[in-house]
């Protein structure tokens, strides 16, 4: 597929989806999902150069929070679970989910849900939250067909400082 990343291939089929947390490796992958124009504005940090970056992907990279989503051995997304302690320790918070824009329209978003609600469920863990900006109509969508539900809204949430805005954050929920 022209215009793809020289790392990603055209995912002809999902017989293979995989998750797995990140390893050093996969340092230019998150940066370049992190920092894509697509998919930036819906995520936690504001655009940066790459060894700027370094520090907040070592960060995550230790506190083994952040996962790539694989097809058939192609690294296709990426997201946050986030475990809560103590009398929430039935609790995590997904964030940082997103699919590589090349990747967009194939499916891919929904069937990562359920790679992560599956694997959500063979920790012990009974409620997922997310928070998703209140613009993205299509994640929103996405997250309610995987059986997350709104729960509130976050208003004024999110800044997006390089345009001076501020977004509205959905609160959802998914319950086991």
């Known amino acids: 597929m022209p215009g793809l990343p020289s790392h990603l291939n055209l ?30 504005k819906y995520l936690l940090y504001e655009p940066m150069p790459a060894a700027e970056f370094k520090a907040i992907f070592t960060d995550l990279l230790n506190k083994e929070i952040i996962y790539i989503f694989e097809n058939n051995g192609i690294s296709a997304g990426m997201f946050k679970l986030i475990p809560f302690t103590h009398r929430s320790s039935h609790i995590a918070y997904l964030g940082g989910l997103a699919i590589h824009p090349s990747f967009s329209g194939q499916g891919l978003g929904f069937i990562m849900l359920k790679e992560i609600l599956a694997y959500a469920k063979r920790l012990g863990l009974l409620r997922i939250e997310l928070s998703v900006a209140a613009i993205n109509e299509q994640a929103i969508r996405l997250y309610e067909k995987a059986g997350f539900e709104k729960e509130g809204i976050l208003r004024k949430y999110t800044h997006l400082e390089k345009e001076n805005v501020f977004l509205d954050e959905i609160m959802m929920a998914w319950l086991a």
């Open 11 to 40: 995912i002809e089929n999902c017989a293979v989806p995989m998750i797995r947390k990140i390893t050093e490796e996969d340092f230019d992958f998150i940066y370049e999902l992190y920092m894509h124009p697509q998919v930036n």
